[in-house]
């Protein structure tokens, strides 16, 4: 069965620090993978996706993260954290079925 | 591109009565739409898929005599909360993908719904 596993319920960083927020899959095949963030009260914004080649990709908001086969993982980065991260982010897998997401890891950010 | 958006953003409404909510995807065809519940701090939670013109597929343990989807046409897709009791209270996003290779979905800004 498909899952996905977000180990982290809340991090703390301080505004400036890189962050890394680990996303841990389960999945039959060649996964699709994904990031969004979600800000208190509104929907999902998509940060990034892996589907094939490259893996490490690139998102907005200066985010990355690295697909990993042999570890099952897809962990998002940001070398520089600002306060306006603070949000739940949720990791998500999907091929040709509906996306599975994870719990989500809720982002909290210190001055 | 890739535009979703929900109708209304908020509702409050009396237990008993029913409740629409519109997903529409403004600037693409979607063939299929997806519905979720999201409960406070916690995760989506899939309730149904509907293609376009067929019969939505609900996930176990969703009431689909409760949850009525219907997706009428490319670009539309309603979910009517029936008999809505405060149980039902919470917040509704829709989801949309296009036909393409990739199974990426657009979602829409979310529905809160409260039922007094």
């Known amino acids: 069965a498909q899952s996905v596993t977000q180990p982290d319920i809340h991090i703390t960083v301080s505004e400036g620090a890189s962050l890394e927020l680990r996303c841990n899959y389960s999945y039959g095949a060649t996964p699709y993978l994904f990031w969004y963030v979600q800000s208190p009260g509104q929907g999902l914004q998509l940060l990034l996706k892996?589907?094939?080649?490259?893996?490490l990709v690139q998102g907005i908001k200066g985010f990355e993260a690295e697909f990993k086969r042999s570890q099952s993982s897809f962990n998002l980065r940001k070398p520089s954290v600002h306060w306006s991260d603070a949000a739940e982010y949720f990791c998500a897998v999907g091929r040709n079925t509906p996306l599975v997401f994870g719990k989500g890891t809720r982002l909290s950010v210190i001055a | 591109g890739a535009v979703v958006s929900q109708h209304p953003s908020w509702v409050i409404c009396k237990s008993g009565t029913s409740v629409k909510i519109e997903c529409r995807s403004l600037d693409f065809q979607a063939t299929t739409m997806f519905w979720y519940r999201q409960f406070p701090k916690k995760s989506l939670m899939l309730m149904a898929t509907?293609?376009?013109?067929?019969?939505?597929?609900?996930e176990q343990g969703v009431e689909k005599d409760k949850f009525l989807i219907n997706h009428a046409s490319l670009t539309l897709s309603t979910l009517t909360v029936t008999s809505a009791h405060p149980e039902d209270s919470s917040f509704y996003i829709c989801?949309?993908?296009?036909?393409?290779?990739?199974?990426?979905?657009?979602f829409g800004p979310g529905t809160r719904l409260t039922v007094l």
């Open positions: 509907s293609n376009e013109g067929s019969k939505a597929t609900y």
């Open positions: 892996y589907f094939s080649g490259d893996t």
């Open positions: 989801s949309a993908k296009t036909s393409g290779v990739y199974n990426e979905q657009f």
